[in-house]
């Protein structure tokens, strides 16, 4: 079995208030990033339950071989499948599965709450909430500057896990 921490979201849903334009840019990629993994997480967990069916065939046909001459009743077959190590391993794929699945899932909701608050955060700088001297933003550099330093970051993680 295995057993992941879940990823922690917070990063891909947090909104720089001083940088609504290139929270806008990158919002389409985030929730795609993230819906695509949810898709993954359904493919795990479909495939986790056709294993543990697979399993349970198996494993059921066993008993049934080994039972010849024997009288077995449904009940202690099912008795027999309950203890089956296989069978629990295969269970606790699909629990771990579902899980991961449940999470991404939230984090999808999470991104359409994220457009919601950069919605409002529009409007919030549309009447003048955040009014202020400001000098004109290049967005294409500020979105470069923004994805050089996460890939940075990225490595940084990714050297950390090593």
Do not use: C
Not at 57 to 69: D, H, L, Y
Not at 79 to 90: G, Q, V
């Amino acid at each position: 079995m295995r057993t992941t921490k879940a990823p922690d979201y917070a990063d891909l849903i947090r909104i720089d208030p001083d940088a609504l334009d290139v929270e806008w840019v990158e919002q389409p990629g985030r929730f795609l990033h993230l819906a695509e993994q949810l898709a993954h997480a359904r493919k795990s967990l479909e495939t986790a339950e056709q294993n543990y069916e697979v399993q349970e065939a198996k494993v059921a046909k066993s008993i049934r071989e080994e039972a010849t001459g024997k009288r077995m009743t449904e009940g202690a077959i099912k008795e027999h499948l309950a203890r089956s190590p296989k069978l629990t391993e295969a269970k606790n794929e699909i629990i771990q599965t579902r899980y991961e699945m449940e999470i991404l899932a939230a984090a999808v909701r999470a991104m359409d709450v994220r457009k919601q608050a950069l919605e409002n955060l529009v409007r919030l700088q549309g009447q003048a909430y955040f009014a202020g001297p400001k000098e004109p933003r290049d967005l294409s550099l500020e979105v470069a500057k923004r994805q050089s330093s996460r890939r940075v970051q990225d490595k940084i993680r990714g050297a950390g896990r090593e």
